[in-house]
């Protein structure tokens, strides 16, 4: 047995999270609002892609468990690195492309962002997994916390350079921006985890070659504690997301801002995320937080905060105060973060229950049901954006009944939150020759 990883080994995994965080926030955030502002496409295009690539991700359980098979996580990470930065590369090409022939554009972006969902399903949850495998049990929530909160400072450091390097726009220096971003994080990704798991010799791990994939998979809903979670994530991915591919738009659209200006605005909200975190995990170790407890009343609070907020950025738009739009956005980010860092802690609990040798299946049915929540939800509020346009025939009500709708699942899930852990967890399942397929955000 080696030793669990340190604070070191757990900041170099961070900095993969960091990596892939800043390919998604061009690919996501920049070439939707590009699509929607600067090409004049329906904003259901850039949703039905990114949606795309979330669809692939589901997945994830099937790449948990090929690495649970083979025993090791590396190749995984690096490979679906090298995989979704290509895919980012591709996307603005695609994206340029749109400019001149808008079905080829559509053609060559939807293989990018089948790339880009490969390279994030099987980098984000094999690295994961490795994190769970070699940190310790009293470590887990802290640093399933620091590896998060690192991946949306990819998302601060990104909007913000990227934002810069946009202005003043065009198509080359959008696709020459996106290939540094895609290469730097990619040699940042592969040096960081290079070296760093445990040799199979060194640390023993259980193979699964006498479990079928479809047993793994299944157990999980043998474990009602698990269920519930696994919907719970559901629920709130969907409200998390719906906003993903409308506020730069609606930005752009409502208060004339620039590419950068809207790049930067995402940076801004991702900015409180990263504080609404960095508070939780240190009012939370402050404070002896155990999971189930206060931990719970922090993703109540962070999806009733993440609802005020969304309240008030439909406000700021059907008044016409830009002034209010950018604290508005940087509250919806403080609550967005509060509720995803409760929501790691908790998941890391459960994620440390059952067989070592089924982490990766159970990881990636998390991961699924993330992807699943943020793909319709971004279909979801880019598709009834445009028809809210439609219907009010202006583009500020059409976008404030979406952030309102937003608003209320917020509020449905913070009543969600609060029947959680209102049982004891069942039985370990595995005792009786079942793994239970837990899974990972």
Same mark, same amino acid.
């Given at each position: 047995?080696?030793?669990?990883?340190?604070?070191?080994? +757990?900041?170099?995994?961070?900095?993969?999270?960091?990596?892939?965080?800043?390919?998604?926030?061009?690919?996501?955030?920049?070439?939707?609002?590009?699509?929607?502002?600067?090409?004049?496409?329906?904003?259901?295009?850039?949703?039905?892609?990114?949606?795309?690539?979330?669809?692939?991700?589901?997945?994830?359980?099937?790449?948990? *468990?090929?690495?649970?098979?083979?025993?090791?996580?590396?190749?995984? +990470?690096?490979?679906?690195? &090298?995989?979704?930065?290509?895919?980012?590369?591709s996307a603005a090409l695609a994206t340029?492309? #749109?400019?001149?022939?808008?079905?080829?554009?559509?053609?060559?972006?939807?293989?990018?962002?089948?790339?880009?969902?490969?390279?994030?399903? %099987?980098? =984000?949850?094999?690295l994961l997994v490795l994190l769970a @495998?070699?940190?310790?049990?009293?470590?887990?929530?802290?640093?399933?916390?620091?590896?998060?909160? #690192?991946?949306?400072?990819?998302?601060?450091?990104?909007?913000?350079?990227?934002?810069?390097?946009?202005?003043?726009?065009?198509? @080359?220096?959008?696709?020459?921006?996106?290939?540094?971003?895609?290469?730097?994080?990619?040699?940042?990704?592969? &040096?960081?985890?290079? =070296?760093? @798991?445990?040799?199979?010799?060194?640390?023993?791990?259980?193979?699964?070659?006498?479990?079928?994939?479809?047993?793994?998979?299944?157990?999980?809903?043998?474990?009602?504690?698990?269920?519930?979670?696994?919907?719970? /994530?559901?629920?709130?991915?969907?409200?998390? $997301? #719906?906003?993903?591919?409308?506020?730069?738009? *609606? %930005?752009?659209?409502?208060?004339?801002?620039?590419?950068?200006?809207?790049?930067?605005?995402?940076?801004?909200?991702?900015?409180?995320?990263? !504080?609404?975190?960095?508070?939780? !995990?240190?009012?939370?170790?402050?404070?002896?937080?155990?999971? =189930?407890?206060?931990?719970?009343?922090?993703?109540?609070?962070?999806?009733?905060?993440?609802?005020?907020?969304?309240?008030?950025? !439909?406000?700021?738009?059907l008044l016409g105060a830009p002034a209010?739009?950018?604290?508005?956005?940087? #509250?919806?980010?403080?609550?967005?973060?509060?509720?995803?860092?409760?929501?790691?802690?908790?998941?890391?609990?459960?994620?440390?229950?059952?067989?070592?040798?089924?982490?990766? /299946?159970?990881?990636?049915?998390?991961?699924?049901?993330?992807? +699943?929540?943020?793909?319709?939800?971004?279909?979801?509020?880019?598709?009834?954006?445009?028809?809210?346009?439609? %219907? *009010?025939?202006?583009?500020?009500?059409?976008?404030? $009944?979406?952030?309102?709708?937003?608003?209320?699942?917020?509020?449905?899930?913070?009543?969600?939150?609060?029947?959680?852990?209102?049982?004891?967890?069942?039985?370990?399942?595995?005792?009786? =020759?079942?793994?239970?397929?837990?899974?990972?955000?």
């Amino acid at each position: 047995m080696t030793a669990p990883f340190g604070w070191l080994q +757990i900041v170099r995994l961070g900095l993969v999270q960091t990596a892939l965080g800043a390919v998604v926030l061009l690919t996501t955030s920049t070439l939707n609002r590009v699509m929607v502002v600067e090409l004049a496409l329906p904003a259901l295009a850039p949703g039905g892609l990114v949606a795309l690539h979330y669809a692939v991700q589901m997945l994830r359980p099937r790449w948990g *468990f090929g690495s649970d098979r083979s025993g090791r996580r590396t190749p995984w +990470i690096i490979g679906g690195m &090298v995989v979704l930065a290509a895919g980012g590369v591709s996307a603005a090409l695609a994206t340029a492309l #749109m400019a001149w022939s808008v079905p080829a554009g559509i053609g060559l972006a939807a293989v990018a962002f089948v790339m880009i969902g490969v390279g994030v399903g %099987a980098c =984000g949850t094999n690295l994961l997994v490795l994190l769970a @495998e070699n940190v310790g049990e009293g470590r887990r929530a802290a640093a399933a916390t620091l590896v998060w909160v #690192m991946m949306i400072a990819g998302f601060v450091i990104t909007g913000a350079a990227a934002g810069r390097a946009l202005d003043p726009f065009s198509w @080359e220096r959008l696709v020459a921006v996106s290939a540094a971003v895609s290469l730097l994080a990619c040699l940042v990704a592969v &040096v960081a985890v290079s =070296g760093l @798991e445990p040799s199979i010799k060194a640390r023993p791990r259980p193979r699964t070659g006498e479990t079928p994939f479809r047993q793994a998979l299944a157990s999980v809903w043998r474990d009602r504690e698990a269920r519930r979670f696994t919907l719970f /994530v559901l629920a709130s991915m969907l409200a998390y $997301s #719906m906003q993903d591919l409308v506020l730069e738009p *609606f %930005a752009g659209l409502v208060f004339g801002m620039t590419p950068g200006q809207t790049t930067s605005l995402s940076g801004l909200q991702n900015a409180g995320t990263l !504080a609404g975190m960095a508070s939780v !995990a240190l009012l939370s170790r402050a404070f002896g937080e155990e999971q =189930g407890g206060l931990l719970k009343r922090w993703i109540v609070f962070g999806c009733l905060a993440s609802a005020a907020a969304l309240g008030c950025v !439909a406000l700021s738009g059907l008044l016409g105060a830009p002034a209010a739009i950018r604290p508005a956005v940087l #509250m919806l980010g403080i609550g967005n973060g509060a509720f995803a860092a409760a929501a790691i802690g908790s998941m890391m609990g459960l994620a440390g229950k059952g067989d070592p040798a089924t982490r990766g /299946v159970r990881m990636g049915v998390w991961g699924a049901a993330q992807a +699943i929540g943020f793909g319709f939800g971004g279909l979801v509020g880019a598709g009834a954006a445009d028809v809210a346009r439609i %219907a *009010f025939g202006s583009a500020p009500p059409g976008y404030a $009944s979406v952030f309102l709708v937003e608003a209320a699942l917020f509020v449905g899930c913070a009543v969600f939150a609060l029947r959680l852990g209102a049982r004891p967890a069942t039985r370990d399942l595995s005792a009786r =020759g079942a793994e239970p397929a837990l899974t990972s955000l």
